[in-house]
């Protein structure tokens, strides 16, 4: 694992890492317009301060991690708006800034009120979205790109060194739907070994990735890396984390990382929710996540700084989560 990995003291200290939960959808849920390709990224250009107090909502119902607003940001993206490249490298660096300056903020609060003694100074992750987010088609859920693996590599650089030179604390690279782009971003992370980063995909059922391939063959290939430091899933149905956590428990020594969504359906053709039969359960089964291996939980699509509020309290109060393992 990287010497450098900041998860460590988080992980050594509670045995569990609080991630946030759902970002865009709750600024929807919130008011926020994101009837456009640029979905969260729209909120970057029109209304930062949201984003901020969103960041800061989740710090305060007990995230240890906040992801960045950059999911669906892209130079290509953006220059479908008119953004020329340096004011969306820009943008890009603004995420994680918005991010880092809510972290900031809830620090001072928080030592100025003393409210948790045990809780240690958050983490920032820059949010590397899948290029399917980019395409806004669905096929960031299928991993149907049709695109060569050089071409896909040299997309997801310039992005990744925008997000970089703003120093996020590590990288989240998420909702990952086909085993090729988790290949070129490994690649891709093998050159920037000063940031740790972490790898999740989006799974369609408990034991393939949206493409349909093995998600064992995905937990084997964040072996391939010092820089990959935790691997897992997001984005994917609550009800099918358990048995792909244990199954990713046999094939890496990488801390396992869960942030399913609600349990709701997305209807990529219609561009709405759909309802599913496990949103009402979702802090509830966390417990079963952290038995089946996973040391990094949050939620993804449709969760709220409520849902993670309850996870906090579920799996890391305030007293020394390893004492209550022993």
């Not at 909702?175 to 490994?186: K, N, R, S, W, Y």
């Not at 929710?273 to 449709?302: K, N, T």
């Amino acid at each position: 694992m990287n010497s450098g990995d900041p998860l460590e003291p988080f992980l050594a200290d509670q045995g569990v890492v609080i991630l946030d939960g759902a970002l865009a959808t709750e600024l929807e849920r919130r008011g926020s317009d994101l009837s456009d390709e640029l979905w969260s990224a729209r909120i970057l250009i029109e209304d930062p301060a949201s984003i901020g107090q969103l960041h800061l909502d989740y710090y305060e119902a007990g995230a240890d991690v906040a992801i960045s607003a950059s999911y669906q940001a892209s130079f290509e993206g953006l220059a479908r708006r008119g953004l020329s490249r340096a004011e969306s490298a820009a943008l890009l660096q603004s995420s994680v800034r918005i991010a880092q300056q809510a972290r900031d903020c809830f620090w001072e609060e928080l030592h100025d009120t003393v409210e948790d003694p045990n809780r240690k100074r958050p983490l920032v992750a820059a949010s590397v979205g899948s290029y399917g987010a980019y395409l806004a088609d669905g096929s960031e859920y299928r991993g149907d790109f049709n695109i060569a693996s050089h071409e896909l590599r040299e997309w997801h650089r310039p992005r990744l060194e925008a997000l970089l030179a703003a120093e996020p604390d590590l990288l989240a690279c998420e909702t990952i739907p086909c085993f090729q782009e988790g290949e070129v971003l490994a690649e891709l992370l093998d050159e920037y070994r000063h940031t740790p980063a972490w790898l999740s995909f989006s799974c369609r059922d408990g034991e393939e990735i949206s493409s349909g391939e093995s998600f064992v063959t995905c937990a084997e290939l964040a072996e391939s890396t010092s820089t990959i430091v935790a691997f897992g899933l997001n984005c994917t149905a609550p009800g099918f984390a358990e048995p792909l956590l244990r199954k990713a428990l046999e094939n890496t020594a990488r801390p396992l990382v869960c942030y399913p969504n609600s349990g709701e359906l997305w209807d990529a053709a219609a561009r709405t929710w759909m309802p599913g039969s496990e949103e009402d359960q979702f802090a509830g089964q966390a417990a079963s996540w952290l038995a089946a291996g996973a040391r990094l939980i949050g939620g993804c699509c449709r969760t709220s700084p409520e849902d993670i509020r309850a996870l906090r309290a579920l799996l890391a109060p305030s007293d020394d989560r390893k004492s209550l393992e022993r």
